[in-house]
């Protein structure tokens, strides 16, 4: 079965995307101390893009005081 090219494409560019979002949100929401950091770097990875764009902007503003 052959796949076509542009479909690999996107294919792979999720996948080498989504991993790294979903694994940097959930070590945020781990440190922020949210309820279910797993299920958030879940679901934002799932949706890549548009989901670390609503991470970004739903996760609460915290300063880092030790600088």
């Known amino acids: 079965m ?3 090219p542009a479909l690999v494409r996107l294919a792979l ?3 080498v ?3 790294p979002v979903g ?4 070590r945020d929401a781990r440190r922020r ?3 279910r950091p797993l ?7 799932l949706l890549a ?3 670390l764009f ?5 996760r609460e503003r915290s300063r880092d005081r030790s600088a």
Request: hydrophobic share 50%; proline share 6%.
């Open 23 to 26: 694994v940097y949100v959930h």
């Open 49 to 51: 893009l548009p989901g």
């Open 17 to 19: 995307f989504a991993v």
């Open 33 to 35: 101390g949210k309820d």
């Open 2 to 4: 052959d796949l076509p």
């Open 13 to 15: 560019t999720e996948v």
């Open 54 to 58: 609503v991470y970004v902007f739903l």
């Open 39 to 45: 299920a958030w770097g879940v679901g934002v990875g």
